[in-house]
């Protein structure tokens, strides 16, 4: 049962460009967290969401929440190579489901 | 330090032959969760455990088993593997169920011949 789908499935840049990736979502909310693998690895938590939050900052991560257009997105500022990895978001619908859905993820590609 | 582990991370084994994936946390978390990675299926949860003793299906669960008899340790169990079970599972957990940051382990690489 797919939830969010990000787009676009890849992404190509160079050190020092912003990047960002698009999550949409099917139906209502409660919060919306996104994640970073890097190859083959455990994936990493980045940030957490909240159906009544609109943007929220974590040093060089920006996450916007639209629950109008059931989207959100993720910008990473000045990148580096060291961002090179998959992203994920994942949500959790309203109405007491425990299960978390995942995206299929954005690959992002930062060039040095 | 707080971590997921899991054992063992790279698994080649035949069809049928029973083996077990064991995962364990050392955060006190209460939820924990089985996931399976697939090229172009994404992450896709097999089993999730609320707490001791409680365990519910994921959107994968055929094929597979677990258990949660202590707070720390939540074993994944393939009883007849099969090759469509070849995959990347992770485990995973947090202190606040699928609301809160989850806590990934480092993956098992299952490959059934």
């Known amino acids: 049962s797919q939830q969010g789908e990000e787009d676009p499935q890849a992404l190509s840049i160079q050190e020092g460009e912003n990047a960002t990736m698009n999550c949409s979502y099917k139906t209502s909310i409660n919060n919306l967290q996104w994640y970073r693998q890097n190859s083959g690895r455990g994936l990493v938590h980045l940030i957490l969401?909240?159906?009544?939050?609109r943007e929220k900052h974590s040093g060089r991560l920006r996450v916007t929440l639209d629950t109008s257009k059931k989207s959100s997105s993720l910008l990473i500022t000045a990148s580096r190579a060291a961002d090179t990895a998959s992203y994920f978001c994942a949500t959790i619908s309203q109405g007491g489901s425990e299960k978390l859905v995942f995206g299929k993820g954005t690959k992002l590609t930062v060039n040095p | 330090e707080a971590q997921v582990t899991q054992n063992p991370r790279y698994l080649i084994t035949v069809t049928g032959k029973k083996l077990t994936v064991t995962c364990s946390q050392n955060?006190?978390?209460?939820?924990m969760s089985w996931y399976r990675q697939d090229p172009g299926l994404g992450l896709r949860q097999i089993y999730y455990s609320m707490n001791v003793e409680v365990t519910d299906k994921g959107d994968v669960p055929e094929g597979y088993k677990v258990s949660r008899k202590e707070k720390r340790n939540f074993p994944l169990i393939l009883e007849s593997p099969s090759p469509n079970q070849t995959s990347l599972y992770f485990c995973?957990?947090?202190?606040?169920?699928?609301?809160?940051?989850?806590?990934f382990g480092p993956g098992t690489r299952l490959t059934v011949t």
């Open positions: 955060m006190n978390h209460e939820y």
């Open positions: 995973a957990s947090s202190w606040g169920g699928t609301r809160g940051e989850q806590y």
């Open positions: 969401i909240r159906s009544n939050e």
